[in-house]
């Protein structure tokens, strides 16, 4: 026995039946303990709330023109000011926020499907199907995937469909390292006693995965999915700002911020509110995304003092590994997007 | 052993070659660089427009296919990398651009690394004390601000400073301004304008990296091997730092090495934003010129750098690792 | 005045449910060069006493008592003070030796540092030649130049030797062992435990020895605790504690475990159920559950340790009614209804499996950061045998030695390298993809690892029910056969909705059973079937293995590295060394009359519970490591470590390294051997 193994006695007989705490308890209950979590969730339902129902009460609507006011720093009629051209500046952060958080999600969650099928496809069924998937990864890890975007946006749909392109090509764009890391993990359970038991029980491949492998590393495409939302938030505010991504009249926090960053630092007031929201947004995502993280993870220091020292050895199966090189791949130690700065999507591991 | 790496050499060429093929036909299918003449007062011939598109190889009067194989075939035998639709030459801008680049971008990173490793190590050993949750909120802060918000915002303290001082002592547009003339003023000025995007990315890199090696340390911390050290006698501290530090150092490694060299490209939004005239911004201008040929470079060249950092990766871990160097 | 006392140590930690109470006052004396072991189930707060002697548990861990070095008070000392105390005084040597010495330093360097620690005098020559010397101690082969070498680069029981040179370094009063052999094979565990006593008769250290294998508490302890739920329920000399225990819960351990040294035919008896929960304990002795001797009395308090004999205690509220009985008389083995199959002689049975000559290589890769071919491995080289309908045949050998390849091959029922597998009577090379699915009904495994044997996201029920929906059985008909299963295998049928993780490890076992015989195969295929489980619960599984395969006419092929179980369950048995057979036959003329000398060997290396047997013995310790299956020896592949092969002739020397002995008849019975000096021993 060993004492990183005693809080972990509870769950031992079934017939004995004390105060058991189930698995979905137990991560919720880490997971409130997280205060910063619990904040951070806390401001996702909040913001989401105020995108839905903020525009019934402003008064303004995100095109409207206050011909009279331009450039007014926050009063009365503009809460928080207007720009050149009379736009409110409110309602312009509340659409452009709704936008931002709108194109995050459908990119997180494409990219978080996409990841899942390569990486569990390629590990499981290896030969030619992994030889071929691992190839295309490192193709795309050599692109820099921020350019090639930047290309599509600008020669590609204008107008206001654009943020569907974007949202699109960001989660094409984004299921590398991921789909990394949902591999080894696959690789790990692949040779798991369960899943060769269903295999010699004559389950075929794809139902195994479905029922065996993806379950199985379900808590990590959660995580992968949180902390993706908060990665295609960054890229898309990122494009916009350089002009590559959401296009006039649409608006996105990135074009907001870019708008406000040619009238610093007379006019703070256009690049302060929607940088403000963005970085809290942001940082709301990430928290949860962290918190998450550490309540599903049964190593994870973070999850509470209780307990003690972190256990080793099993149960990490559902922690993205960080990378040391895997085999003659490219590039695991970070992401690869080569014209992003390691604070946006896809870069950086952690 | 030589095989293997002419083998793996071999497969990045290719690699390396398809993806700015990619990028080349993509680009000339999407983008349309007669446009950077359009709206032009007084309006440019079109005739004039078209020589100057066969010219540099952009005409849509040649086909596509014809257009690649003139490409590859300048690229193959004189390593001209083609011009811009306004007939700038692409190799000389990516020559300058590159060692902007690299001036801003080594020190960047490696000051970050430095910080960000000392401040992940120290946390660590300190989890849950105030210093260690200070520090963990910040860092946090800093990786949800966007370089972008993070370089104006400093624009911002930086004109506040330079009206209170009544000098302008940071600068924060371009990489050299008006020289004084008193001796290294050249320096002086160009360490100036380094200053404000250097602390940009010592930030970003700084808190990605404690982050990172914050958990590695963690990890560490609890190992078996740890235990061991203890058991024989080492006080906590040494222990931590002989045995679990070095280890949790390995991957931290290879990361750093991968960074360095994406970092080449990596800096668009800071030095878009202090106008620096390094390869990131390049990238987007090509994208917002029509620069067909300029995009096609860029990617060559981000693939070089992502290219470089895997195997730069690949020999830290292996000196840092004698698992690896030995195995 | 005694060199280590501890006196009511109790350590207690947080946890999400709750208080866990390791440790709830244990007391004992240690003298100088005594051995004393300390053995218990997984969670019986042996390690966690180790550690608190240490002062190595984190600080969020009470702990309260008293344990006294010479006269000195250690609980409450200072990191500095106890930094001073331990790898000088108290050394400690770990259970798992892969991830206790750090991966980046060379060995001698880390033996060095502790010599430097606590001798800041000595140069840093001097403490390299010490540790070399050290080195050599413990049968490092070359150890000037092994000592540059890095952890990985060593074998376990290697690496083991280098924790022990370690713990030696400072001649310590005391040396912890904490399960020193666990993670070890049979024949180095044998190599590793001759070095641990080697290092204390080296240093005249006192040892606490933490195991759960009672044969090598036999061998090796002076005095014995024995822990249960964190708790000592009885301590005494070994003499005592092995043949007048007095506790149930030691009179069920020693009795449940088989026999190595005699078959008896007879089911095991049983020590039921699981240790408790130590969060929530109720009052009483927390045993009761699991007693047969339980009375209402020992329900309401805790039982003291009490005076049993000179220097014996034990914890029990009925130890008059206990003491003199018989094991068998309070745990009675369960009834077995045999076989009518019994009766039918061997050579009239069918055949169900047969491999012939069946070949399995690998390529052997190397290199961490690229991945080289640099040899191949003969998993599987050359193998002949067949199981008879009702039979368990029984693989036994080192790791590496193929027992696992060859289940994996016979599992994938495909066309092997070379050779044949024929199940039932039909060659797997000429199977269709359907076909081949059709006889995945008749082959199933059951694995080693009960919490990933199952996966722990689906009930039980669907567990159970999924190999007869794939294989489509109707729905009405699914939930039939799985309560059905769930009888079979001693479950309840309340236990179908709950998850794995609701299960003991035991449990999860049964769990991993009944899947496997839910569409009733003919052949169940067992990797280590019991080895994961503690002591107590593995009798239970292995009753409940002979009790199908009388019932269901099963045919076993079972691979386990504790031969004594494998003597106990198996008909007939195979033992493999490098990829081939090199003997066969009939259990009990192998094991009574082994004639080849890796059987011998394998079989004295095996500690039997029984002191004064065990003290008896002429063990036979193989020299160093496993030859690398990419490069065995030529001719006799375990030419390299034969005990036998210096005492032949030069000549016959020749043969054994040149030649490669074929299995041959040996006697009259069932029994086969590959050696050219076939001879028998005893090595009871």
């Known amino acids: ?350 | 052993m030589s095989g293997y790496i002419i083998r793996r050499v071999l497969n990045y060429v290719v690699l390396l070659f398809i993806a700015c093929s990619f990028a080349y036909l993509l680009a000339s299918s999407f983008l349309n660089p007669y446009s950077v003449y359009f709206g032009r007062q007084p309006p440019v011939d079109p005739d004039v427009i078209e020589n100057i598109m066969r010219g540099c190889n952009l005409s849509h009067e040649v086909s596509l296919w014809e257009r690649y194989t003139t490409w590859l075939t300048k690229i193959f035998t004189e390593w001209d990398w083609g011009c811009s639709p306004l007939r700038v030459s692409v190799n000389e801008q990516i020559g300058v651009r590159m060692w902007v680049s690299l001036r801003l971008v080594l020190i960047g990173t490696l000051g970050g690394v430095i910080v960000g490793v000392l401040v992940g190590a120290w946390t660590a050993t300190r989890q849950y004390r105030v210093s260690d949750r200070v520090y963990t909120g910040l860092s946090l802060l800093v990786i949800c601000t966007p370089s972008f918000v993070l370089g104006i915002v400093l624009q911002i303290l930086a004109i506040k400073a330079n009206d209170a001082m009544g000098v302008r002592f940071f600068e924060f547009v371009g990489e050299k301004g008006v020289v004084g003339d008193y001796p290294l003023a050249e320096l002086v000025d160009r360490l100036q304008h380094l200053l404000l995007p250097t602390i940009v990315l010592v930030l970003l890199t700084a808190a990605s990296l404690s982050r990172i090696q914050r958990n590695l340390m963690l990890d560490s911390l609890g190992a078996d091997y740890v235990r061991t050290a203890r058991a024989k006698g080492l006080p906590k501290s040494q222990a931590v730092m002989k045995h679990a530090l070095r280890t949790a150092l390995i991957p931290t490694g290879t990361y750093v090495a991968f960074t360095v060299a994406t970092m080449f490209t990596g800096a668009t939004y800071t030095e878009r934003v202090f106008s620096f005239p390094g390869m990131g911004q390049y990238a987007v201008q090509t994208i917002l010129a029509m620069d067909v040929n300029g995009i096609a470079a860029t990617t060559a060249f981000a693939g070089v750098c992502v290219v470089c950092g895997a195997i730069l990766s690949d020999i830290v871990v292996a000196i840092l690792d004698p698992r690896v160097r030995l195995g | 005045m005694s060199l280590l006392s501890v006196r009511d140590l109790n350590v207690t930690f947080p946890s999400e449910a709750g208080d866990v109470l390791a440790v709830r006052g244990i007391s004992f004396d240690l003298e100088r060069g005594r051995t004393m072991a300390l053995v218990g189930e997984s969670g019986s707060g042996k390690s966690v006493t180790s550690l608190a002697i240490m002062g190595l548990h984190p600080d969020l861990v009470t702990i309260s008592g008293s344990i006294t070095l010479d006269g000195e008070e250690l609980l409450g000392k200072s990191d500095a003070e106890m930094s001073k105390i331990r790898g000088n005084r108290i050394a400690m040597v770990f259970q798992d030796p892969l991830s206790a010495l750090t991966p980046v330093y060379p060995v001698g360097n880390q033996i060095v540092e502790t010599i430097l620690i606590h001798n800041p005098g000595t140069t840093k020559r001097d403490a390299w030649n010490r540790a070399v010397e050290l080195l050599t101690i413990v049968g490092i082969p070359d150890a000037a130049e092994r000592a540059r070498a890095f952890p990985f680069e060593f074998s376990g029981g290697m690496r083991q030797r280098v924790m022990i040179a370690m713990a030696m370094a400072n001649q310590p009063d005391i040396i912890i062992a904490d399960e020193p052999t666990t993670a070890l094979d049979v024949t180095i565990q044998a190599q590793v435990l001759e070095v641990l006593q080697r290092a204390q008769a080296e240093t005249g250290a006192a040892m606490i020895l933490i195991t759960h294998d009672l044969g090598v508490v036999a061998g090796y302890a002076d005095e014995v605790t024995v822990m249960y739920a964190g708790r000592p329920v009885e301590q005494g000399t070994i003499g005592d504690v092995f043949y007048h225990p007095a506790m149930p819960y030691t009179i069920g351990l020693l009795g449940t475990v088989p026999r190595l040294d005699h078959k008896s035919g007879d089911p095991l008896p049983m020590l039921e159920g699981n240790p408790p929960d130590v969060v929530h304990l109720p009052p009483g002795c927390p045993f009761v559950p699991r007693c047969p001797m339980a009375a209402p009395q020992c329900e309401q308090v805790e039982p003291e340790l009490t005076a049993v004999g000179e220097g014996h205690t034990a914890a029990c509220v009925r130890l008059s009614d206990v003491v003199g009985r018989a094991h068998t008389e309070i745990f009675r083995p369960p009834p077995l209804e045999r076989t009518s199959l019994a009766a039918v002689p061997r050579a009239d049975r069918d055949t169900v499996l047969e491999l012939a000559g069946l070949h399995k290589h690998f390529p052997l890769l190397k290199g961490a950061l690229y991945r080289r071919q640099v040899g191949v491995v003969k998993a599987v080289d050359g193998i002949d045998l067949d199981v008879k309908v009702g039979e368990t045949l029984g693989l036994v050998g080192e790791s590496g030695s193929g027992k696992s390849t060859t289940l994996l091959e016979i599992l994938e029922l495909l066309k092997p390298q070379r050779g044949r597998i024929m199940v039932l009577g039909r060659d797997t090379a000429a199977l269709t993809k359907a076909e081949r699915r059709a006889m995945r009904k008749d082959v199933q495994v059951v694995f080693q690892d009960p919490m990933a044997a199952v996966d722990p996201r689906m009930p039980v029920f669907d567990i159970i029910a999924e190999p007869l929906q794939e294989f489509g059985w109707k729905k009405a008909e699914v939930e039939a056969r799985v309560f059905e299963l769930l009888g079979l295998v001693g479950l309840r049928p309340e236990h179908a909705d709950r998850f794995p993780q609701h299960f003991s490890g035991g449990q999860r076992q049964r769990i991993g059973i009944a899947r496997a015989l839910a569409l009733s195969p003919s052949v169940l295929v067992l990797d280590e079937p019991v080895s994961a489980l503690d002591v107590s619960i593995q009798a239970g599984v292995i009753n409940l293995l002979e009790a199908l395969q009388h019932k269901l006419h099963l045919s076993y092929v079972i691979v386990a590295h504790d031969l004594a179980v494998i003597r106990h369950i198996s008909d007939r048995v195979a033992v493999m060394y490098l990829g081939s057979i090199v003997e066969i036959g009939d259990v009990n003329t192998v094991y009574d009359t082994p004639v080849h000398p890796y059987t011998q060997a394998l079989i004295s290396a095996i500690p039997i519970p029984d002191p004064d047997v065990e003290r008896a013995r002429q063990r036979i310790v193989l020299e160093g490591d496993l030859p690398s299956p990419s490069d065995p020896p030529t001719g006799c592949k375990f030419s390299s470590r034969c005990p036998k092969l210096a005492l032949l002739a030069p000549a016959q020397q020749v043969q054994c390294q040149a030649e490669a002995p074929a299995l041959e008849q040996i006697g009259e019975g069932d029994h086969q051997a590959a050696c050219h000096f076939a001879e028998v021993l005893k090595v009871f």
């Open chain 1, 1 to 350: 026995m060993d004492i990183m193994e005693l809080d972990l006695l509870p769950i031992e007989d079934a017939d004995q039946a004390p105060k058991r705490i189930g698995r979905a308890r137990l991560t919720l209950r880490r997971f409130l303990r997280n205060k910063l979590a619990v904040f951070g969730l806390c401001g996702i339902v909040l913001l989401i709330l105020i995108a839905i129902f903020g525009p019934m009460l402003t008064g303004w609507s995100f095109d409207d023109r206050d011909k009279l006011s331009p450039l007014k720093p926050p009063n009365s009629s503009h809460w928080l000011g207007t720009t050149q051209v009379g736009r409110d500046m409110l309602a312009l952060t509340l659409r452009g926020m709704s936008r931002s958080l709108i194109i995050g999600f459908a990119a997180a969650t494409l990219s978080t499907l996409l990841s899942s099928v390569v990486g569990t496809a390629s590990a499981y069924f290896g030969g030619w199907v992994e030889r071929v998937l691992l190839w295309i990864t490192d193709l795309m890890l050599v692109i820099p995937t921020m350019l090639i975007i930047g290309v599509l946006m600008r020669g590609g749909v204008s107008g206001d469909l654009a943020w569907v392109l974007l949202a699109l090509l960001l989660g094409l764009f984004g299921w590398m390292t991921t789909g990394r890391v949902v591999r080894s993990l696959t690789l790990s359970l692949k040779n798991r006693e369960y899943v060769l038991a269903a295999k010699y029980m004559g389950l075929p491949a794809w139902r195994i995965i479905l029922r065996h492998i993806l379950p199985n590393i379900s808590s990590l495409m959660i995580v992968d999915l949180t902390l993706g939302v908060g990665y295609a938030v960054l890229g898309e505010t990122g494009l916009s700002f350089l002009g590559l991504g959401v296009q006039a009249p649409d608006v996105s926090l990135g074009t907001l911020i870019s708008e406000g960053a040619v009238l610093v630092p007379t006019y703070n007031w256009v690049f302060l509110a929607p940088s403000v929201v963005l970085v809290f947004l942001v940082f709301c995502i990430n928290s949860v995304g962290d918190g998450v993280r550490d309540a599903l993870d049964p190593s994870s220091q973070s999850g509470g003092v209780v307990g003690g020292k972190p256990r080793r050895g099993k149960g990490r199966e559902d922690v993205p590994a960080k990378g040391t090189g895997l085999p003659g791949g490219i590039g695991q130690a970070g992401g690869a997007t080569t014209m992003s700065e390691d604070n946006t999507p896809q870069g950086g591991a952690q």
